[in-house]
């Protein structure tokens, strides 16, 4: 276990109410430090590397101009890597030896985490695919094929959304489909590599403006197939993502976090106190962190709790005050809480102090407390 109570760049925090302790990364490298978007873990399991978004008010936005830093708890060191610019949540990181991808452009880049480490292309989109356009996503959130061939890629560019596989060792970039309206946080499978979990989202014509609302929120295409919806009927969920297991896929909507099996379409709901935003669960599905909000806007209130399954106890953890301004409504700051590194800690986003900072925290003292 990492040693959080002594290492110079965190400071303990602990919730006025429920007693819960954080520890906030304050050791600051940039003025807002975040969490990774909940869909991908920022920490290796070993627990030495946890690699966080940078930005530097007023410059980028959530979707442009945000890089990465990482914190080395061996050394106790955080680093900055400015050359890290990455398009809207893409980065990635291999959890085994902590090495960072990210996607700018049509180009998918890599980078360790030692201060000697060289930013290395990796691949990228062709120049016959895009032409003159400019990219303006090449992936919403980059996730790597179970057999680690090759990263998924939902690009928007032109009047044009293409799916399709980049592989890893610089082979050619594959088509899987191509859409005339926004579809996005396509991720792959975790345990199949022709299979990917992708979202309809909210449509903002390019041309005119106009915005065309989600219809129909979660998907699935498999390699060589057209792409099919996960429920037989149109159903309007958020914030989609993979079991473990590969055979169930999640999401939430209202008050609730829904398992679904995609092969019998049947739902598993899990209750949540006031209306949930993000979640996450741990491996064996028996804890589950996620935020909530009372209305939504960027830099709106939240709230991030946990839920002991076995005990059915919930605890508060976070309670963060609204951001207003140009920092909570340009850098996407809601807490996004993930369980890391093997599901011995929680990593989430919050602004308890008035500013945004990262936090941690052991999951085994949320369980003593709600056993």
């Not at 400015?82 to 959890?95: I, K, L, R």
């Not at 792959?188 to 979202?199: E, G, M, R």
């Not at 976070?318 to 301004?325: I, L, R, S, T, V």
Request: hydrophobic share 35%; aromatic share 12%; net charge negative.
């Amino acid at each position: 276990m990492i040693d959080l109570e002594h290492s110079k760049l965190f400071t303990r925090w602990t919730h006025p109410m429920t007693g819960v302790t954080l520890y906030l990364l304050t050791q600051k490298v940039a003025p807002v430090q975040e969490a990774f978007y909940f869909v991908n873990a920022s920490m290796t399991q070993d627990g030495r590397y946890l690699w966080f978004y940078c930005a530097h008010p007023p410059s980028g936005s959530s979707g442009q101009g945000r890089t990465l830093g990482v914190v080395d708890f061996e050394k106790d060191e955080v680093r900055a890597f400015p050359e890290t610019q990455f398009h809207g949540a893409s980065p990635y990181v291999d959890t085994d030896d902590g090495t960072a991808y990210w996607g700018m452009g049509r180009w998918l880049w890599r980078r360790g985490p030692e201060p000697g480490d060289a930013a290395e292309m990796v691949n990228a989109l062709p120049e016959e695919l895009v032409k003159n356009r400019t990219v303006s996503r090449i992936a919403t959130h980059l996730t790597r094929s179970a057999d680690g061939r090759a990263f998924f890629i939902d690009a928007a560019f032109g009047l044009q959304w293409v799916f399709g596989s980049l592989p890893v060792d610089g082979g050619d970039f594959q088509v899987w489909q191509r859409f005339d309206r926004n579809y996005n946080h396509a991720q792959f499978s975790p345990t199949d590599p022709d299979l990917v979990l992708f979202a309809q989202e909210n449509h903002p014509d390019p041309i005119t403006g106009l915005t065309f609302p989600i219809v129909d929120r979660m998907w699935l295409i498999r390699r060589g197939e057209p792409a099919r919806p996960v429920f037989s009927s149109p159903i309007r969920l958020t914030h989609e993502w993979w079991d473990s297991g590969g055979e169930h896929v999640w999401c939430v909507w209202g008050n609730e976090a829904w398992r679904t099996n995609i092969a019998t379409q049947e739902v598993e709901k899990i209750q949540w106190p006031s209306h949930c935003w993000h979640a996450h669960t741990s491996q064996d599905l028996r804890y589950v962190v996620a935020d909530s909000n009372e209305r939504f806007y960027r830099g709106c209130p939240s709230r991030v709790g946990f839920l002991n399954r076995d005990s059915g106890v919930y605890v508060e953890i976070a309670d963060n005050p609204e951001m207003k301004g140009i920092v909570g409504s340009q850098y996407h700051i809601d807490p996004h809480p993930r369980f890391c590194s093997q599901d011995r800690y929680i990593v989430f986003t919050t602004t308890v102090r008035g500013q945004v900072d990262l936090a941690i925290m052991q999951v085994d003292d949320l369980i003593r407390r709600t056993s």
